[in-house]
């Protein structure tokens, strides 16, 4: 069996647990912990699939204590890194996961992680480290630029009150979203779980109203073979980036209007859509009030989408959202999330086939 830990945005466990269940039928999770999960598939790497994950590692040694236990022991979190990270070494498991390496990997460097922020060990101990792996996997240590990376990872489990620390190997190596995404572009993972949530079919008419440099698009189309997709922006930079994005490439019916999102029901047709899919400005919308801006988006998305369509919005965490929601709108389903260091929600609802009594109706 095939042991891995991946991390993902924080809050989207119960998403993450349902699509490994659903995906990998003989897949065990051991821990499914706030932004990671350790799970277990004779699944291998190259064959898992999943694009909800920021990373994935392959777990090489894991050893879990007792937290009360082991600060009466050990004393500081840090002291109960340090000895396990010794005991990796000497205890000598699963070379194959060390030396199974890409012919086109030469280097690799150590990261030591205490509860997700990087941490410093003694020189000595690292080096004792490095040679061991690199004995073992043929590579040799370069600390800036390395082919790949070799993690010892200590955590607390809140549902068990133990600690761990994972030894393991880094399967995905890419550069951080902030360097390679435009201001406020969403993260490739996180796109892939809000079409996923959305329920989209390959049939079905999509549209982004702000769709911004076009990573929510860009994930219905390549993933979920969407054909007919809508997408709108007002940032003429960021909806002329999106258009290019998509012009030589076979994207089947695929609409980008330079517009503002108010515009869209004169160039859109009245319940065309099945579902949409958007990230709205948090917050204020020009000089708009925050409340006006979101009775704005309501009454499109009811112009807009067919009677039983659906939206999700990834939104601000705070219940502006909610009380400018009209009766017609049932909410299915609200997951609050962590990104980037800002508390967001993304809502899940569902336009009902007719409009309630209230004022506030489609």
Known sequence: MNQFYAAFIPGLQNVIARVIKERLKDAVIHKLLDGAVIFETETSYDKLNFFCFNNIFAIVNVREENHAKTQRREGRREDVLLKNIRCFIEENKNYDIISNNSKNFKTFRIVISNENQPAAIDEKLRVEAEKYISRISGLKVNRSLPDTEFWFLYRRDDDTKNNFTIFMKRLTLRPSWEKTLHKGELPPPLTWVLCRLADIKHNDTVLDPFCGYGSIPNTAMKYFHITNFFASDNNKEAA????????????????????????????????????IITDPPWGHFKEVDNTVFLKQIFEIFGKLLKDGGRAVVLYANDDNFLKAQPSCFELQESIPILLSGKKAIIYILEKSSHGGTETRRC
Do not use: M, Q
């Open 240 to 275: 002329s980036y999106t258009a290019s994005r998509f012009k030589k490439k076979d994207t089947g019916n695929f609409i980008i209007h330079k517009a503002d999102f108010e515009k869209l029901p004169a160039i859109i047709k009245e319940k065309s859509i099945d579902v």
